[in-house]
């Protein structure tokens, strides 16, 4: 038979092999010592949970854990036990909700630079556009890209709105703003467990306070002959930075400021 004793840290620290059973508590019903045959001695707790079952839950081991810590932790699960609840299975889903929680707290999380990805990902975009895209994040929102997408308020677009089109040009602050409204949408269509990533898109505040983001469209074009021109004269003597500047604006078709900003 087991043995019923007051489970002090005195009785415990004097347990050897020699004892190998239970010894359980006479003041806190279920609450128990066990010590297996090669004298490891652990807290243990015991009760009936719904339809009668008999339930034991390990506590901690000694000397980790003090009888008071263990018989604090025996109430606790006696409680449960008590209202009919199986601590084992309350233990699992308290994992399971911590779980869901980091999830949440890692989706929450997600930066621009991986919605942007994702956006290049999945749309079907021309390489050229891809790399425009790209060039345009690293050279106008590099300090955006490792934020949260949520931390990316409408005065922060607000602001660098502002202060592209003034330091660059409309275009560029126009293209860059564009990008960003692009991404946040997709990024509206993430959800996870019901909950989107997105509920508004920032960028809206620059049509909602009607700025002018207008780019003055070409209305010149260079003959064949004039490109041709231009090509031999790029490619005579020695290759500089202004002949670079320029080449880069004859192959690509990119506005001045756009080519400055890189």
Not at 35 to 61: A, D, H, I, K
Not at 214 to 235: K, P
Not at 254 to 262: S, Y
Request: proline share 2%; with cysteine; glycine share 6%.
């Amino acid at each position: 038979q087991p043995m019923r004793k007051h489970v002090t840290q005195t009785l415990v620290n004097g347990l050897t092999a020699a004892d190998s059973g239970f010894v359980r508590d006479d003041r806190l019903s279920g609450f128990a010592v066990r010590v297996n045959p090669r004298g490891s001695v652990s807290y243990v707790v015991e009760g009936r949970v719904r339809r009668g079952r008999t339930v034991r839950v390990v506590l901690g081991r000694h000397p980790f854990m003090t009888v008071a810590e263990a018989r604090e932790a025996a109430l606790a699960q006696r409680k449960l036990m008590d209202a009919g609840t199986d601590p084992l299975e309350h233990r699992a889903a308290v994992a399971a909700e911590a779980e869901a929680q980091n999830a949440n707290d890692a989706f929450a999380s997600t930066t621009l630079r991986t919605m942007l990805d994702a956006y290049l990902r999945g749309k079907r975009l021309k390489e050229a556009s891809k790399r425009k895209y790209e060039s345009t994040a690293m050279n106008h929102l590099r300090d955006w890209l490792d934020l949260p997408i949520r931390a990316i308020s409408r005065s922060m677009i607000d602001r660098r709105f502002h202060d592209l089109k003034k330091s660059v040009s409309t275009a560029t602050a126009h293209n860059a703003m564009v990008l960003v409204g692009a991404v946040c949408k997709f990024a509206m269509s993430e959800e996870d467990a019901g909950v989107r990533l997105l509920t508004a898109n920032p960028t809206d505040i620059l049509k909602e306070r009607g700025y002018d983001r207008s780019v003055v469209a070409r209305d010149g074009w260079l003959t064949a002959e004039e490109v041709g021109r231009l090509m031999r004269h790029l490619s005579t003597g020695e290759i500089n930075q202004g002949k670079m500047f320029l080449l880069m604006i004859a192959m690509t078709g990119m506005r001045r400021e756009e080519v400055a900003g890189l």
